[in-house]
């Protein structure tokens, strides 16, 4: 864990993630920029309570690396971000009710009911990452704003 709270320390908030940020930059809130995916890290790590809002924000990163890619301090952020919401399943803080009813669907659809949430997590997050490129590619192209 101190290496965790070592890698969440050595964000100097110089902003350069937020620039490059998918769920930032179609949001436009702070909350859901990779800045503040680390401050809410810490949060949980050191044992502090988090909302639903903070919760939501480790949960809705696409884990594109972007951030990590521009990142002076080399802050492994995708990593963190991962091992946040191990620790919120662990204390039993996710993943929320409305991704549980996405990963019931999930399992309904499939007809395997073998599956953890944790599992079905997983498939959202792939579906959710794969969305979050095309619309990041179509705004590239100025395809849609």
Not at 7 to 15: A, F, M, R, Y
Not at 41 to 52: N, P, R, T
Request: proline content about 3%; overall charge negative; glycine content about 6%.
């Amino acid at each position: 864990m101190s290496e965790i709270l070592d890698q969440i320390n050595s964000c100097t908030e110089c902003e350069v993630c937020i620039e490059v940020c998918p769920t930032y930059m179609v949001t436009g809130q702070f909350l859901f920029s990779p800045m503040h995916r680390l401050k809410t890290a810490k949060k949980l790590f050191e044992g502090e309570e988090v909302d639903e809002q903070m919760i939501e924000s480790l949960y809705n990163c696409a884990e594109c690396m972007r951030c990590e890619a521009v990142c002076p301090e080399e802050t492994e952020i995708t990593k963190i971000v991962g091992r946040s919401r191990s620790k919120l399943f662990e204390r039993g803080l996710g993943p929320l009710d409305k991704h549980n009813k996405v990963i019931e669907g999930i399992h309904a659809c499939m007809h395997k009911k073998h599956h953890s949430a944790k599992n079905g997590w997983l498939l959202i997050h792939i579906i959710c990452m794969s969305c979050c490129n095309l619309i990041t590619f179509l705004k590239g192209l100025n395809l849609i704003s």
